[in-house]
């Protein structure tokens, strides 16, 4: 029997509400990088492609470092924050369901007890 069930509703709900603001950012996010034409600004803060030396210098040679190298890995940083994201979404999703949801057992015994007494009355 949970002695607080008003405040475990509370919190369950602000968990969900949580939960869900983070899925609906994730989703706008996403939805806005894919059809922006421009650059996004937190790819710049991950690693601006200006300021990379792209060259390594060895005894006998000269390595050049693709573009394509940086941009892969800006894009592997973002898609790991919003893995990061999403699952926090799905963490306070599932535990503010957890706290909303009624116990089974205490509904359970409700309704046998109240089939019960209408078996009681059907019988008398």
Excluded: H
Excluded at 16 to 27: H, P, Q
Excluded at 97 to 110: A, C, F, G, N, S
């Amino acid at each position: 029997m949970d002695k607080f069930p008003n405040i475990r509703t509370v919190l369950g709900v602000i968990m969900l509400s949580i939960g869900i603001f983070i899925a609906l950012w994730v989703f706008q996010f996403i939805f806005n990088f894919l059809n922006s034409q421009s650059s996004i600004k937190i790819l710049d803060c991950i690693m601006s492609l200006e300021s990379i030396e792209r060259t390594i210098k060895t005894s006998s040679q000269i390595i050049e470092l693709p573009n394509a190298l940086f941009l892969l890995f800006r894009y592997g940083v973002l898609m790991f924050l919003l893995g990061i994201s999403t699952a926090l979404a799905v963490v306070f999703i599932k535990s503010g369901t957890y706290l909303v949801q009624p116990d089974y057992k205490q509904v359970l015994e409700t309704i046998m007890r109240q089939v019960k007494e209408i078996k009681d009355k059907i019988s008398s």
